[in-house]
């Protein structure tokens, strides 16, 4: 990945040594505050972990905005304290609700927080509702926004997330891409070369920051080393509809019992109640193989992921997490923004399709995987370092 060179760049300014012996506070002064970064989501939160830390390294004042779309108090105080992230400066308490009602809510009361803080910029990270609103409260009050994990692309047109990106992106002042296919899509879709930035992927840190956290993380129970499968099922498009939940399922037990691995499967609240409601979920879980457990924690859920034969998922992070972790991806999903993945040979796009999940897992099962290395596509742990480095040329006049 041939990522563009800042000047605090440092081969070992990713350690976890150096992060951790800067404890400087970021200021909670209700103004003048020169960084604002909303996040409203729990892949935000993970998006954010090791940033922050550079923020404080390096001096950054900045605060954290959660606009709460996702709020669960016992989750966020999990991922707050685990990741080590500031206690937000401003909780806007927005909650659940319909795209329209949910962003509007946020605009308003973002407005008002941008009144208060005075930011120089608003840093924006993925492509949540949280974000758009983010983005676009910071504009219309001539704000500069900054997205984190910009350019990503699916293709799906009327796809909420594939709508809240591209617009994000086009109000961006910088734009701080994770991969080169997310860069090339930008500067193909005409934005400026001197607004986008190939810094590589601020998730990808956390599996270099994290490595040994990862490895001694306790789970709630034992596992063998590759001798299970690891899954995951939360999609709407696949736990929404009956029939492609069933052919989804119907998969995961065949593949149990052909290769005799356990199928650990952490489930997810909305699949839960999904199969309650279809009088799926007692047949499911008692048949041979299928090992249905609690949501597990973000650590346990990499190690998870680092330690099986293979990994199943609709989820977009995981797919990305799986692959540099070492674990070949099978993805019940249309399309991926992880391209780069699908053509090392390391991800296989199955849609819900029974047979297509079949073929996926004999296909990793019974061939040898191509011999690359994962964190070089995506700056191999210095994003944040590197976006950490721009924001500080910004905001020292030294990008226009």
Request: charged residues 20%; hydrophobic residues 40%.
């Amino acid at each position: 990945m041939n990522v563009k060179q800042n000047k605090s760049d440092d081969s070992n300014s990713n350690s976890h040594s150096v992060l951790e012996t800067n404890t400087t506070k970021h200021t909670t002064s209700h103004t003048n505050i020169d960084v604002l970064v909303v996040v409203g989501t729990r892949p935000q939160f993970v998006k954010l972990a090791v940033l922050l830390k550079y923020f404080r390294k390096h001096g950054i004042n900045f605060g954290v905005v959660h606009t709460g779309q996702h709020y669960d108090y016992e989750m966020n105080k999990i991922f707050f304290e685990d990741l080590e992230i500031p206690t937000p400066v401003k909780h806007l308490n927005v909650g659940s609700g319909t795209h329209g009602k949910q962003t509007a809510l946020m605009l308003e009361r973002l407005e008002d927080t941008y009144q208060e803080f005075h930011p120089q910029c608003v840093v924006v990270p993925g492509d949540t509702n949280s974000a758009l609103a983010g983005a676009l409260a910071a504009v219309k009050l001539h704000i500069h926004t900054f997205h984190v994990e910009a350019g990503l692309r699916s293709r799906l047109q009327f796809m909420a997330e594939e709508i809240n990106r591209v617009l994000i992106d086009h109000m961006s002042t910088l734009l701080f891409a994770p991969t080169q296919t997310a860069y090339d899509n930008l500067l193909a879709e005409g934005i400026a070369t001197d607004k986008v930035h190939l810094t590589g992927d601020v998730m990808i840190d956390n599996i270099v920051f994290y490595a040994d956290r990862i490895e001694k993380t306790e789970l709630p129970f034992t596992v063998t080393p590759n001798q299970y499968i690891y899954t995951t099922i939360h999609r709407a498009e696949n736990v929404d509809f009956p029939e492609k939940l069933r052919e989804i399922l119907d998969a995961i037990k065949l593949v149990a019992q052909k290769y005799d691995l356990d199928v650990i499967i952490p489930l997810h609240p909305r699949t839960k109640k999904r199969l309650l409601s279809y009088g799926m979920f007692s047949d499911f879980v008692a048949s041979p193989g299928i090992r249905v457990i609690e949501p597990v924690g973000y650590f346990q859920s990499l190690k998870l992921a680092k330690h099986a034969k293979l990994v199943i998922t609709d989820s977009g992070g995981l797919q990305k997490e799986a692959f540099a972790l070492g674990t070949p991806v099978v993805t019940m999903r249309e399309t991926t923004e992880w391209v780069e993945i699908v053509d090392a040979g390391w991800n296989i796009i199955t849609d819900y399709k029974k047979t297509r999940i079949l073929d996926a897992v004999t296909h990793f099962m019974e061939k040898k995987l191509p011999q690359v290395n994962a964190l070089e596509f995506y700056g191999s742990g210095t994003a944040s370092e590197r976006i950490t480095s721009l924001i500080e040329d910004f905001l020292g006049g030294n990008i226009p």
